[in-house]
Structures are given as structure tokens and as C-alpha cells.
């Protein structure tokens, strides 16, 4: 790398000034790329022997998760802990909200005691941006409800950077149910900012419409349409947030859009197949596609790694440099 | 005390009227509407001393009537009371309110409606009559007892939630005319329309619930063909879109009995206002759809399909709205400034006659709760109930000063340009300057 892009790259950094990550509509295409850029160079510690660096040391993270997650709350206290940051992880179960506290109280009392940043899991769409008005600390959404997952969209889009270099035209499916996945809506976001033409394929029931607007093609035949894309980005059927099935059975829904071998046979020779994690397998995607050649989706959990250290860095920088400068909070007023 | 209003522009569409002139009421009602002749004028003074108003440049409206409010009294004290819903709704223009019976426990029983009656008594403010409930408890599993109910003073009857039991809203439907009272229906499907807001683009991007257009038409539908079936008087407490005045009309041209209102919030802001923040002052029932629903619901309105105004009061405790949006409760604080955005929308915006638009807001209602003639008019002999309103006061809403408990309003600090500057309660003067003073 020449002095001279590196010189481009911190001063990218440096004009970062966005305290919260809260979704990738608001993001402009210039910071998707800032933080792709930012993870690039922190994917090189995880390669180091001692895997540390000292960019986060004395603040506190804090993972506030209301919803299970395996993955994406130990990818963020590992991203923290390797920015040298101390890191307190609460889930629901363990907190006050069973006792009837509100959420912006429970965050509240938390930040009294010197939290510097929030890492949110919630059920319910909105509830990170909630948290990002009442407090004074830096807000980053791991997931909330069915709206957004901002940094799975991110290492999504991170991993087939890296695979296409840019994703200008490139043609990506995101099969299943998008109704309910905030990966789709991440997904839809940054890909369009970045150029790629995105389609979502599934049911009927689980396909709204209403994307069209956004100019994301829309389709129900999976095998009609099966060999038209260079990415599969296959999400996971989410049962327990549906409420009601909205489709007849998992074997249904297997034998319609399952990607099985006979699938994969049929799509273009150098597709690259997604997967966000967990798995059903044998219901969206047979073991020998998810393992197989075409498969990154390993690739795709070691690269959350290097996007969530730089989504802390980003963010952090901004706030130290906010507070050094005197600047007033971001906490937003009520609009009038 | 009794009140000479003089030389204001008289608007009273029931003796389809609008004229400069004086209004007289001694005894609580109105004694002479036009020209106040000196011996009307001698005999009000024998018992009473005079008020007189100089009306110039107000518009004397007959005071609003509200026929969807809920004041949450008994039982969630919290976010409104009668006494305080009655004085909110005074300083708002309305002078009679009928309040639903979700109450708790329900108004579903004599004592339940002879209770609102007393407390309104005692409140100090507007009229409250009860609608009660159609079915015991509000359950939906039998009628309650319409004929002593209607005798202890139901206006109207609603269960104030969507029916599930098609028979049992055809038996309500039938059973209620039998003592000429509308049932006041919740229009939304109780399986479809569970989101917790509109259904749409913006729903999906935000990944919110959504509650479809189609779930309010069907139940408009439903209502149609039940008042056919039934002969019975069926009215939509409140529509919000275009489809459910598509339903109406049909609904009119077959001289079916129908009815139904409209809230101002769902003529002046769309669900595009939930999407940067979920912020819940926005979660409303019925909630805010898209511009084409508001346009056609203008249309409706201007055409005659929608027959009056509610302010759909929906009073919640201010805490209980600081929640995640899927959690909050719905509704918002609105009978203070609904006849004000309501003027705002028709009159100064939309350009409606404000003679149409006053008939909204008091005559019809005030036929529907079966009240013609004693509220919702100054002609002579009805109660003395004025809403004296400076249609051009521009102001700005602050639900901070608000007299209703509750203080979550979806239109806080949006300009509004018509005002109410005086409230006349069966004879009982209420200055807006300095708040809801006598």
C-alpha cells in the first residue's frame, strides 16, 4: 500500500463522525466504504500472533443483548476485546427488564456507571434507535426486531468485496424469508448504495411487494430464475418470529427453495453461496452446498470480526474527537 | 348567569343559518338566535345578571360534539379522568362528548352509565354522556342490557373493539333499534388488522407490523350488508382509508342506515411520520396511512359519505408511550386541538365551506346520538352550548399546557390556524385566554 492511499484512508477516518450505527439506509455509499476499508486493515490482526492492539483500551463496551444471539455477541466481545476494550456482556434473562424496568432505564443506570458503548440486540424495530436519543454513549445496532443487522449487512457485503473486488452490476439473490429478516433489509441497503442489483426470492407470504420501490427485483420461482445470479445469499427461516406459519411446512418450503446439490448444478459455475447463520440444515440449504466449494459462509463469520472492530473504532473515534473538540451531545430532540 | 353573544357571524347549519347576529341564553338555554328582541332580552335579566360577549369577528358555532372519546374513567385515572376530559374538551370547542365504555370495569350496566352522568355532573366542563357497551363487559360474548341502559342514558352502544361474532353484531344492530341507538363499531378485521401500523412500504422497511387497508373495508363491508340484514343503524366509529369510503358510498347510494366519522390526525399526517424514529406518539388507531387515503377521505368528506368529525381521544399515560414502539400503547391526546386542525385541514387548506364543516363537528353528531334539537344547534329552546372560534388565530400546539392528563399529541407543535376563543357550556362561559376558568 503507498503512503499516498494511506494518507486517503485516515483521512477518511478522520472526517467519521457518526457516533451511532444503527442501520445502513443512513449510510452514505462513501461510509460503507470507509468502514470496508477500515475492516480490511484490522483483518490483518487477526493473523498476528499476539491479536491485540490498544485502539479501545479504558473504554467500556457493553453487549446488551435481549435476544439470544451465539455468534454476533461473541464476534463483537471478541472484536472489543482485541481493541483492548473492557467488555460487559447482559442479556435479558439477567436483567432488570424482568423486573419491570424500562429499556432506556436499564441502559440508563448501566451508562451511569461509565459505559462508552452499547451494543444492542432487541426484539422489537426501533428499540437501538431509542437507546440512541435517551443516552450520551455510542449505539451500535446487532439486530433489532425485523428491521436491521447492520454489521451482518456489512461483513456480507465485506466478504464479496473481497471475492469481486467491486460490486458495481453484480447480480445478488437473497432467498427466503425476507419479510422477517433484518439481514434483507441490511442486505438490500448497502448492496444497492455499493451498485449491485439486488432480487429476493421466496413464498408469496414472505416476499413483500413493496420492496419493488427500492428497485430490488422480486421473484417466487426460484428455478426460473435459478442460473440469472453471481451470489445466493440464503437466509434463515426464521419460525420463531413468524407468530403464525406462513407457509404450509418446512418440507414445502424445502422441496420450493431448499438449495440443495441438483440446485447448485443448475446456477452459474462461479456462484458464490451465503448463509448468515444459524442454520437449518436440510430445510434452506443442504449440508453439501453449505460445506461445499462454493460456500463462504465461514469466510463470512471471520470477517464479522475484522467489520465489528472497525464499526468500534469508527464509532469511538468519533465520539473521543466530538468530546476533546467540547461539541454537545448527539442525542436527538424531539423534531418540531 | 345568562349571556348575550353579540354581533358575530351566527353559523348554525341545522337551521341552516349563517348570518351576523346575537345569540341570548339564560337557564342553560338558548332563548333567541338572530335578533335578540328587548323583551326576551328583559325577561332573561329578571333572575339572572348578564355576560355579554362581543363576538365581533368570531364565528358563533354551536358547540362540537364529540361522539368518539375515550376518558378512561373508572379505572385508568392515570391518563384522563371525566372531570379532566370534560374540561380538556371545553377548552377544545366541544361541549358534549359521548365516551366509550372500554373502560374499567366497562360501562356495560345501568350503575356504569348513570356513574358517567354524576361525574359529568360534577366535572366543569363539557357534557358527557356514556356510550355503552353493546355486550357484557365488552366481551363479545353476550348482549347487555340495551333497553335499561339506553333508559340510564346510552347515547350509542359499542363494544369499542373489533366484533368477532358476526351474529352477535347483527343481534346487537337489531336488538338497538328496537330503542333508536347506533352501534358504534370498531371498523377493522380482528385477525387482519392486528399490526401496529398501517400496512405498506413503510412498514416493511421499518420492520414494523403492519395492519392492511383491507382490514378496515372488510369490516366496512361487513357493517354494510349486517345494517341491511338488520335494518339497524351501524356506524364506523372512525374510517381511515380510501377503500372504507369506497364501502360507505356504496353503502349510501343503497340508503342502507350507515354512518361514519373521521378523526382530523388521519387527514393531516401520513405513516411516512414513523419511519426516521419510531417515535409513538404516531401509533394511533386507526393508524395514519398513506397520502391516497387522505385524499380520498377528503373527497369522502367533501361529498357527504363521511357524516362527522370525532376527535378520537385516546388519552395514555405519558410514561407508558416512553416504550419500544411494538410495546407502547396506542392513542393520543387530541380533543383539545381537534377542531382546530380540523378547520385548519378543511377550511384553510382543502377551502371547504365553514358552514359544511361545522355541521360536521356538531349537527350530524349530534343526530346520531340521537340529540337533534337539544345539542348541536342555537336554535331556541336547545341547551346553550357555543363554540366561539376565531377562524384565522394562527397558534401553536403545545401538549404541555394541555388540561388533559395526558400529554401525547401527534400534532405537538404543528401550526394551526382557527382557535377557539370561548366555550359556552348550558350557559357556563369558558375563556380560553385564561385556560378553563369560569
Redesign the interface.
Known amino acids: 500500500m503507498s503512503n499516498g492511499k494511506r494518507a486517503t484512508e485516515t483521512e477518511k477516518v478522520s472526517t467519521w463522525n457518526r457516533e451511532h450505527l444503527l442501520s445502513l439506509e443512513s449510510l452514505t455509499q462513501g461510509e460503507i466504504l470507509t468502514i470496508l476499508d477500515t475492516a480490511r486493515r484490522f483483518r490483518e490482526v487477526s493473523t498476528r500472533s499476539v491479536k491485540k492492539v490498544p485502539a479501545l483500551r479504558g473504554r467500556v463496551v457493553v453487549n446488551l443483548f435481549f435476544e439470544t444471539s451465539t455468534r454476533t455477541r461473541s464476534s463483537f466481545s471478541l472484536a472489543a476485546q482485541r481493541l483492548s476494550a473492557d467488555i460487559l456482556d447482559i442479556t435479558a434473562e439477567a436483567s432488570s427488564t424482568t423486573k419491570g424496568e424500562t429499556l432506556v432505564d436499564t441502559a440508563k443506570t448501566l451508562e451511569a456507571m461509565g459505559v462508552d458503548i452499547f451494543i444492542v440486540r432487541h426484539k422489537n424495530s426501533g428499540a437501538p434507535q431509542m437507546l440512541a436519543e435517551a443516552l450520551d454513549t455510542c449505539v451500535v445496532n446487532a439486530g433489532d426486531g425485523t428491521h436491521e443487522h447492520p454489521t451482518q449487512g456489512l461483513l456480507d457485503i465485506y466478504t464479496l468485496r473481497e471475492r469481486f473486488g467491486d460490486l458495481k452490476g453484480k447480480r445478488i439473490a437473497l432467498v427466503g424469508d425476507i419479510v422477517h429478516s433484518r439481514v434483507a433489509r441490511s442486505n438490500i441497503w448497502g448492496l444497492t448504495k455499493l451498485g449491485a442489483k439486488v432480487a429476493v426470492i421466496g413464498p408469496t407470504t414472505l416476499v413483500p411487494s413493496s420492496l419493488k420501490a427500492l428497485g430490488v427485483e422480486v421473484y417466487h420461482n426460484l428455478d426460473e430464475v435459478i442460473a440469472d445470479f453471481d451470489v445466493f445469499n440464503i437466509l434463515r427461516i426464521q419460525l420463531e418470529r413468524q407468530g403464525e406459519p406462513q407457509f404450509p411446512s418446512l418440507r414445502e418450503y424445502a422441496l420450493l427453495y431448499g438449495i440443495n446439490e441438483e440446485r447448485l448444478a443448475r446456477m452459474r459455475k462461479d456462484v458464490v453461496i451465503m448463509h448468515p447463520g444459524p442454520m437449518n440444515r436440510g430445510v434452506e440449504i443442504t449440508p453439501a452446498v453449505a460445506d461445499g466449494p462454493h460456500s463462504v459462509i465461514l469466510e463470512q463469520v471471520s470477517n464479522g470480526l475484522a467489520v465489528r472492530m472497525a464499526v468500534l473504532f469508527l464509532l469511538n473515534n468519533a465520539r473521543l474527537r466530538r468530546q476533546r473538540e467540547g461539541g454537545k451531545s448527539t442525542r436527538h430532540k424531539v423534531p418540531v | 348567569m345568562a349571556v348575550l353573544i353579540k354581533k358575530g357571524r351566527i353559523v348554525d347549519p341545522a337551521q341552516k343559518l349563517d348570518a351576523e347576529g346575537d345569540v341570548l341564553i339564560a337557564g342553560g338555554k338558548v332563548i333567541a338566535c338572530g335578533k335578540v328582541g328587548k323583551e326576551a332580552l328583559k325577561d332573561a335579566l329578571r333572575d339572572e345578571e348578564l355576560r355579554e360577549i362581543d363576538a365581533h369577528g368570531l364565528i358563533v358555532s354551536p358547540g362540537w360534539v364529540d361522539m368518539h372519546a375515550h376518558l378512561r374513567e373508572p379505572g385508568d385515572e392515570q391518563a384522563e379522568t371525566i372531570r379532566s376530559g370534560a374540561r380538556a374538551a371545553a377548552r377544545g370547542g366541544f361541549t358534549t362528548v359521548a365516551c366509550l365504555p372500554d373502560t374499567n370495569p366497562p360501562i356495560d350496566s345501568e350503575s356504569g352509565a348513570e356513574y358517567v352522568r354524576l361525574q359529568s355532573e360534577r366535572a366543569d366542563g363539557a357534557d358527557v354522556f356514556p356510550i355503552c357497551a353493546l355486550t357484557k363487559g365488552c366481551k363479545g360474548e353476550s348482549l347487555a342490557e340495551l333497553g335499561q341502559l339506553s333508559k340510564a342514558g346510552a347515547v350509542a352502544f359499542s363494544d369499542t373493539r373489533p366484533m368477532e361474532r358476526t351474529d352477535l353484531l347483527l343481534k346487537g344492530l337489531k336488538y338497538a333499534s328496537m330503542f333508536d341507538r347506533i352501534v358504534s363499531d370498531i371498523p377493522r378485521d380482528p385477525f387482519l388488522g392486528r399490526g401496529v401500523m398501517n400496512s405498506?412500504?413503510v412498514a416493511?422497511?421499518?420492520?414494523?407490523s403492519g395492519s392492511p387497508a383491507v382490514a378496515e373495508e372488510l369490516a366496512v363491508v361487513r357493517g354494510c350488508l349486517l345494517a341491511r340484514e338488520s335494518g339497524g343503524a351501524w356506524h364506523a366509529a372512525h374510517i381511515s382509508t380510501a377503500g372504507a369510503v369506497r364501502q360507505m358510498a356504496h353503502g349510501k347510494q343503497e340508503k342502507l342506515r350507515v354512518s361514519c366519522a373521521v378523526s382530523p390526525v388521519n387527514l393531516l399526517l401520513t405513516d411516512e411520520e414513523i419511519r426516521e424514529?419510531?417515535?409513538t406518539r404516531y401509533k394511533l388507531r386507526p393508524p395514519l396511512r398513506s397520502q391516497s387515503d387522505i385524499e380520498a377521505l377528503l373527497k369522502g368528506i367533501e361529498s357527504g359519505i363521511v357524516d362527522c368529525i370525532v376527535s378520537a381521544h385516546a388519552p395514555v399515560s405519558d410514561e407508558r408511550k416512553?416504550?419500544?414502539?411494538?410495546?407502547a400503547p396506542f392513542g393520543g391526546s387530541t380533543i383539545e386541538i381537534a377542531l382546530a386542525a380540523t378547520l385548519e385541514v378543511l377550511v384553510h387548506q382543502r377551502g371547504m365551506s365553514i358552514s359544511r364543516v361545522i355541521e360536521l363537528g356538531s349537527a350530524r353528531p349530534a343526530e346520531l346520538l340521537r340529540m337533534k334539537g337539544r345539542k348541536g344547534t342555537l336554535a331556541p329552546g336547545a341547551d346553550g352550548d357555543v363554540a366561539l372560534i376565531d377562524p384565522k388565530k394562527k397558534w401553536k400546539v403545545d401538549s404541555s399546557a394541555f388540561i388533559s392528563k395526558s400529554h401525547v399529541c401527534p400534532i405537538?407543535?404543528a401550526t394551526l390556524r382557527g382557535q377557539v376563543a370561548y366555550t359556552i357550556v348550558r350557559g357556563n362561559v369558558f375563556e380560553m385566554e385564561t385556560a378553563v376558568t369560569r
Open positions: 405498506g412500504a416493511t422497511l421499518a420492520g414494523l424514529r419510531y417515535d416512553d416504550m419500544e414502539f411494538d410495546l405537538d407543535g
